[in-house]
């Protein structure tokens, strides 16, 4: 655990922490890899997190206990925060509907001075709305297995209220199974979709 200490708040006397930490080892391309990509050095590290920002700003919206998700670069000991999200959720309705505002922020090259860097703020609200199906809703073929199983399927559907970080204009909804799915996966709806099977 030692390449964590002094990451984030960890450090040798930790003994619960609220959150993932993740560490990519870096190396140079090799034949015999297992892995079709490897990570060269840290500039092509922070490409490929920073390619993942804008299914970053959306991927906790079906959520349940992750809150925020950061990258956070740490090069001669100094960390500097490149994008944070954080997902607030409040239940607004007895039938399953959710608001839920997503502070976003991004740092980016300063428009006058571009050697620096400056941390742009941005805010999106969503509306959700959930859906747990009953076992008597279950079709009459699937019922058994569900049973047996003990599977709650789920379904929730989101749409966007107002966004900074996007333009709604151009919106377009997207399949999802928790995280959004990879791949061209638009649903041709003005919503995203979500849906999940787990065991209760």
Not at 31 to 55: I, M, R
Not at 74 to 80: A, F, H, I, L, P
Not at 121 to 150: C, F, G, S
Request: proline content about 6%; overall charge positive; hydrophobic content about 35%.
């Amino acid at each position: 655990m030692k390449p964590f200490y002094g990451v984030c708040g960890f450090t040798a006397n930790t003994t619960s922490y609220s959150g993932t930490l993740f560490r990519f080892p870096l190396g140079k391309p090799c034949k015999q890899s297992l892995f079709p990509t490897t990570v060269e050095d840290v500039d092509h590290a922070s490409k490929l997190l920073n390619d993942y920002f804008p299914d970053a700003t959306q991927s906790l919206l079906f959520l349940t206990r992750i809150k925020n998700v950061s990258f956070i670069k740490r090069v001669d000991g100094k960390e500097s925060v490149e994008w944070s999200i954080k997902a607030t959720k409040d239940l607004i309705g007895k039938d399953g509907l959710e608001k839920v505002e997503l502070l976003i922020e991004k740092r980016r090259p300063n428009k006058i001075y571009l050697k620096d860097q400056v941390v742009k703020v941005m805010k999106d609200t969503w509306y959700i709305q959930q859906y747990h199906t009953t076992l008597n809703e279950v079709p009459k073929h699937l019922k058994l297995k569900v049973a047996e199983e003990r599977l709650q399927l789920s379904a929730a559907v989101a749409a966007p209220f107002s966004s900074e970080s996007f333009d709604r204009s151009g919106f377009q909804g997207r399949f999802f199974m928790s995280f959004p799915m990879l791949g061209p996966n638009y649903s041709r709806l003005p919503v995203h979709i979500n849906a999940v099977r787990k065991n209760y």
